[in-house]
């Protein structure tokens, strides 16, 4: 089983960056596709990026592409969410999630396909 926990998030101006990062411990992440997902109030939780297990492939929400970059290293048991140019409207809790998969360039883009889920981080970009 792992555990994952989010740290890195706050509040930031418009126009600003932070770095979320997403810490394994337990089993090695080596092992999981993981995602980022967030959750304003009063919406559904939609994702943010998505790598696979060799990070070959990573996916980005529409909203976010251009902006935003995922990474992992297996090395250290972390995934990082690189968030640039950010903006009212990302204003949300963001999840961590994994999915144990035995394909190195799985993706998933579905939060109902993920097995494990961090608590959640604020992040708060006002204008």
């Known amino acids: 089983q792992v555990q994952l926990v989010e740290s890195g998030g706050g509040l930031v101006q418009a126009g600003g960056s932070l770095r979320l990062s997403c810490a394994s411990s337990?089993?090695?992440?080596?092992?999981?596709?993981m995602g980022w997902f967030r959750q304003a109030p009063g919406k559904e939780r939609e994702v943010v990026a998505a790598?696979?297990?060799?990070?070959?492939?990573?996916y980005y929400g529409n909203s976010v592409k251009g902006r935003f970059t995922i990474s992992r290293d297996n090395a250290k048991n972390t995934v990082n969410l690189q968030m640039n140019s950010l903006r009212p409207e990302d204003t949300a809790v963001y999840y961590c999630?994994?999915?144990?998969?035995?394909?190195?360039?799985?993706?998933?883009?579905?939060?109902?396909?993920?097995?494990?889920w961090g608590a959640g981080i604020q992040v708060t970009v006002s204008s």
């Open positions: 337990g089993r090695t992440i080596s092992r999981y596709a």
């Open positions: 999630a994994a999915r144990e998969t035995a394909y190195f360039d799985y993706t998933s883009l579905t939060s109902g396909e993920y097995d494990y």
């Open positions: 790598i696979s297990r060799s990070g070959a492939t990573p």
